[in-house]
């Protein structure tokens, strides 16, 4: 026999022996796929699977543990983009409460802003009604001076009361905007102070 069909018989029954020999207890495997999908095994295979997730598998082949891939590119961008909206989140989340408290502050309860607008609403209906009054009592001046003799002083006096009753239209007029935007302001605070309680105290 030769010196090579010596080594060829030799490494033949290594193999066989190799092969009824069992694995050693505790024993682990390496397993992945690339990324044109092929599968490694051994203990170089996280060497050939660099951006895939590398399995650690018992002699059983129970997976026992997944090394997961370092994070791409896109995937650490994405991670900043998120860490970023949390940091204004948060800082929303903190300037918002400063707002709420300051309202709390501010107005106190809801029976200080409705007790406050009330008397907002009337202090223009007060005006309004003070308005129409002169309006009325001026008319009654313009009924008196049409039944008059129409001369130069009349007319002049009839000129005036019919421009002051135009003025006091548009002063109502002007009263009841207000009135209308002094409601829809109020409305609008008592929502945000009620809003305001909620986030601050959970009512």
């Known amino acids: 026999m030769t010196s090579y069909d010596s080594l060829l018989a030799t490494a033949v029954v290594m193999l066989m022996l190799g092969f009824q020999t069992p694995v050693a207890i505790g024993q682990q495997i390496k397993k992945c796929q690339d990324a044109e999908g092929n599968w490694h095994y051994g203990n170089f295979a996280d060497q050939a699977c660099q951006d895939s997730a590398v399995d650690e598998l018992h002699e059983t082949g129970v997976t ?12 650490m961008a994405q991670k900043e983009r998120m860490k970023e909206a949390l940091r204004i989140q948060e800082e ?4 918002q409460r400063k707002r709420d408290l300051e ?12 007790s406050t607008w009330d008397r907002k609403l009337a202090s223009i209906d007060n005006n309004i009604e003070i308005t ?5 009592g001026t008319a009654k001046d313009i009924e008196k001076l049409l039944k008059m003799k129409q001369t130069k002083k009349v007319e002049r006096q009839l000129q005036e009361r019919e421009d002051a009753v135009k003025s006091y239209n548009r002063v109502i007029r002007h009263n009841l905007t207000e009135r209308e935007k002094l409601s829809e302001k109020y409305i609008t605070i008592l929502n945000e102070f009620r809003e305001a309680r909620k986030r601050v105290y959970g009512e």
């Open 64 to 75: 026992i543990s997944t090394d997961l891939p370092p994070p791409s590119e896109e995937e």
């Open 92 to 95: 929303f989340s903190q300037d």
């Open 103 to 114: 309202v709390l502050r501010i107005y106190g309860s809801e029976e200080t802003i409705v």
């Open 132 to 136: 129409r009054q002169i309006k009325e």
